[in-house]
């Protein structure tokens, strides 16, 4: 089992930055690859970014590529997404994810069949 515990979430204006952080525990770190999904109210849940066990590769979807960044911590367990430029539209609940079967570009179809989640945190970006 692996255990995933998002924070750093809360409310941004439109423009500015802010950093999440997923903490995991559990099983080895880097054996997983690593994703950022969020779900906006009323809609459902998205791929944001994805980072390979080792952190050269990662893949973001058109919609946050050029202003948000994943990396990952292998010795502290934790994978970061680095949001720059927010916009309104990036209001959501972010989700941290992992998963040790697929290779990273697949990870924005493998979806909802993740192996493992956490419970997510919540980013406002005001107006």
């Known amino acids: 089992q692996v255990q995933l515990v998002e924070s750093g979430g809360g409310l941004v204006q439109a423009g500015g930055s802010l950093r999440v952080s997923c903490a995991a525990s559990g099983r080895t770190f880097s054996d997983y690859a690593m994703a950022w999904f969020r779900q906006a109210p009323g809609k459902e849940r998205e791929f944001v970014a994805a980072?390979?066990?080792?952190?050269?590769?990662?893949y973001y979807a058109d919609s946050v590529k050029g202003r948000f960044t994943i990396s990952r911590d292998n010795a502290k367990n934790t994978v970061y997404l680095q949001m720059n430029s927010l916009k309104p539209e990036d209001t959501a609940v972010y989700y941290c994810a992992a998963d040790s079967r697929w290779n990273v570009d697949l990870l924005p179809k493998v979806g909802d069949g993740m192996e493992y989640w956490g419970k997510g945190t919540l980013v406002t970006v005001s107006s």
């Open positions: 980072i390979s066990w080792n952190p050269g590769y990662t």
